[in-house]
């Protein structure tokens, strides 16, 4: 074997997932989900699965409730308003939904109210639009892109702003009181229910045409997992009175992985050159805002190494992708796996997109391979990672229907289109669980999972709220 044939071997190996590692991960997640359960002081660290409650409890969906709900989404500059009629009969329902985009002079100020009150404008237009009855009050679900230390259904402190906010006063407050107020101030028949959770929604959201689904993951730029658990698993809820039903809990499960996932030197330099070091190693090495950059310094090794035969033209080095950090974007591995024959669609993206000289057959597919590579492992891992899921479950009879089986619903770009990616995590969850189990599994990909999803959290709200009634 020749040095180049050593180098490719090496590499290959390193992204390589064995059976031993498997089992490892499976066992290290289920131990981090029973820590983060029994966790009652959430300021400590702990686990690393926040395994924060929903506080969405009582019966599952059935796909047979009905009703018109709203839900709000705020998602970095956009703004998403949402109107759900449910119909029932297995499921039925019709979509309403408008973009707004917040202009520039609304993300930061000294009064987080002239935000909300452009909110409020929104939802004042969309219902317009839609023509919702004024003398009814519809119930809503909101989903922000702010940090919410959530304490009931209806309840969430704002901790922390994100993407380009910034309102000092807004720290400390409780969400839907700052939301509800201002609507009730601009004559909006709306009234805030619940806060939802992005893993929270694509469950339900699956849920209600699929009553049988039980676990909701979003695999997208960022990653996460909600999943339906006994409250007398929970260790705030342990001595409570509704400890008999369950609860869907937020994984969180972004930040998994420092002692229990197989990373590369390839992931080491990710990771130390990340702007959050670390942290975040299970979404670093599997989620679409990483998996590009991972193998973009891949090939750059493999033409430091001279095992790739393009270079890079010296007049075209400021315009070069892969001489960029984060540059060579995880949708350019889609084409180059999908692509066949003589990988014209491979050489587009090297030579046109990435600036890089005239590459060779054998070039192209050394970069198929590495694409292959790094998405073959990413899918494993995800897979992994959701039979963990599962087999915590059934080892706690939660969730495995009989008759309806279990279902499992995925949302997010990367999982969506992503070649073979579908596959490949259902052959990696059905390979770690036992037979019987993984022929009663089933796994939908979800669409409009986010803002659809918090509809149906604002129905579960509402009928929480009507069980409450009645027993009180």
């Given at each position: 074997?020749?040095t180049?044939?050593?180098i490719?071997?090496?590499?290959?190996?390193?992204?390589?997932?064995?059976?031993?590692?498997?089992?490892?991960?499976?066992?290290?997640?289920?131990?981090?989900?029973?820590?983060?359960?029994?966790?009652?002081?959430?300021?400590?660290?702990g686990?690393?699965?926040?395994?924060?409650?929903?506080?969405?409890?009582?019966?599952?969906?059935?796909?047979?409730?009905?009703?018109?709900?709203?839900?709000?989404?705020?998602?970095?500059?956009?703004?998403?308003?949402?109107?759900?009629?449910?119909?029932?009969?297995g499921?039925?329902?019709?979509?309403n939904?408008?973009?707004?985009k917040?202009?520039?002079?609304?993300?930061?100020?000294?009064?987080?109210?002239?935000?909300?009150?452009?909110?409020?404008?929104c939802?004042?237009?969309?219902?317009?639009?839609?023509?919702?009855?004024?003398?009814?009050?519809?119930?809503m679900?909101?989903?922000?892109?702010?940090?919410?230390?959530?304490?009931?259904?209806?309840?969430?402190?704002?901790?922390?702003?994100?993407?380009?906010?910034?309102?000092?006063n807004?720290?400390?407050?409780?969400?839907?009181?700052?939301?509800?107020?201002?609507?009730?101030?601009?004559?909006?028949?709306?009234?805030?229910?619940?806060?939802?959770?992005d893993?929270?929604?694509t469950?339900?959201?699956?849920?209600?045409?699929?009553?049988?689904?039980?676990?909701?993951?979003?695999?997208?730029?960022?990653?996460?997992?909600?999943?339906?658990?006994?409250?007398?698993?929970?260790?705030?809820?342990?001595?409570?009175?509704?400890?008999?039903?369950?609860?869907?809990?937020?994984?969180e499960?972004?930040?998994?992985?420092?002692?229990?996932?197989?990373?590369?030197?390839?992931?080491?330099?990710?990771?130390?050159?990340?702007?959050?070091?670390?942290?975040?190693?299970?979404?670093?090495?599997?989620?679409?805002?990483?998996?590009?950059?991972?193998?973009?310094?891949?090939?750059?090794?493999?033409m430091?190494?001279?095992?790739?035969?393009?270079?890079?033209?010296?007049?075209?080095?400021?315009?070069?992708?892969?001489?960029?950090?984060?540059?060579?974007?995880?949708?350019?591995?889609?084409?180059?796996?999908?692509?066949k024959?003589?990988?014209?669609?491979?050489?587009?993206?090297?030579?046109?997109?990435?600036?890089?000289?005239?590459?060779?057959?054998?070039?192209?597919?050394?970069?198929?391979?590495?694409?292959?590579?790094?998405?073959?492992?990413?899918?494993?891992?995800?897979?992994?990672?959701?039979?963990?899921?599962?087999?915590y479950?059934?080892?706690?009879?939660?969730?495995?229907?009989?008759?309806?089986?279990?279902?499992?619903?995925?949302?997010?770009?990367?999982?969506?289109?992503?070649p073979?990616?579908?596959?490949?995590?259902?052959?990696?969850?059905?390979?770690?669980?036992?037979?019987?189990?993984?022929?009663?599994?089933?796994?939908?990909?979800?669409?409009?999972?986010?803002?659809?999803?918090?509809?149906?959290?604002?129905?579960?709200?509402?009928?929480?709220?009507?069980?409450?009634?009645?027993m009180?």
């Open positions: 074997m020749n180049k044939q050593q490719l071997a090496r590499v290959e190996s390193v992204f390589q997932v064995t059976d031993q590692q498997l089992d490892k991960l499976v066992l290290g997640f289920n131990e981090e989900m029973k820590t983060g359960l029994n966790n009652t002081n959430r300021a400590t660290k686990s690393e699965l926040k395994m924060i409650p929903s506080y969405v409890t009582g019966s599952y969906p059935t796909g047979n409730e009905k009703g018109t709900y709203l839900a709000l989404e705020i998602s970095g500059v956009d703004i998403y308003v949402c109107q759900v009629k449910l119909k029932g009969e499921g039925k329902l019709a979509i939904q408008y973009q707004y917040i202009p520039d002079n609304l993300t930061a100020g000294h009064d987080i109210e002239v935000l909300i009150d452009y909110v409020a404008d939802v004042a237009d969309f219902q317009q639009r839609v023509g919702t009855h004024k003398q009814i009050i519809y119930s679900a909101i989903s922000i892109g702010f940090a919410v230390l959530q304490t009931s259904l209806n309840r969430g402190i704002i901790i922390a702003l994100e993407h380009g906010f910034e309102f000092p807004v720290i400390g407050c409780d969400a839907v009181d700052l939301f509800d107020k201002r609507f009730r101030a601009k004559g909006l028949a709306v009234k805030i229910v619940a806060i939802a959770n893993g929270v929604c469950l339900l959201a699956h849920a209600y045409q699929h009553p049988s689904t039980r676990i909701g993951v979003i695999h997208s730029a960022g990653t996460n997992c909600a999943y339906y658990d006994k409250m007398s698993n929970i260790g705030q809820f342990k001595n409570e009175e509704q400890q008999g039903h369950d609860m869907i809990i937020n994984t499960w972004c930040n998994f992985g420092s002692k229990h996932l197989p990373r590369t030197e390839f992931d080491d330099n990710l990771d130390l050159q990340s702007n959050n070091p670390g942290i975040h190693h299970f979404e670093k090495m599997t989620t679409g805002m990483y998996l590009g950059e991972i193998t973009r310094q891949v090939l750059v090794y493999l430091d190494q001279k095992v790739l035969s393009f270079e890079v033209d010296q007049e075209e080095e400021e315009e070069c992708l892969l001489l960029m950090p984060y540059q060579f974007d995880t949708s350019y591995m889609y084409v180059c796996e999908a692509d024959d003589d990988l014209e669609d491979t050489r587009l993206v090297l030579e046109d997109m990435c600036r890089v000289t005239e590459t060779t057959l054998e070039d192209r597919k050394i970069v198929k391979k590495v694409c292959e590579l790094v998405g073959h492992r990413a899918a494993l891992l995800l897979g992994a990672s959701i039979a963990s899921v599962v087999k479950m059934v080892n706690y009879g939660i969730g495995l229907d009989e008759n309806q089986g279990f279902a499992i619903a995925i949302s997010g770009d990367v999982y969506k289109d992503y073979s990616f579908h596959p490949r995590v259902c052959e990696a969850i059905k390979g770690l669980i036992p037979e019987e189990v993984a022929s009663k599994l089933s796994v939908g990909i979800v669409q409009h999972s986010r803002i659809v999803g918090a509809a149906i959290v604002a129905m579960m709200a509402e009928k929480m709220d009507q069980q409450d009634t009645i009180s």
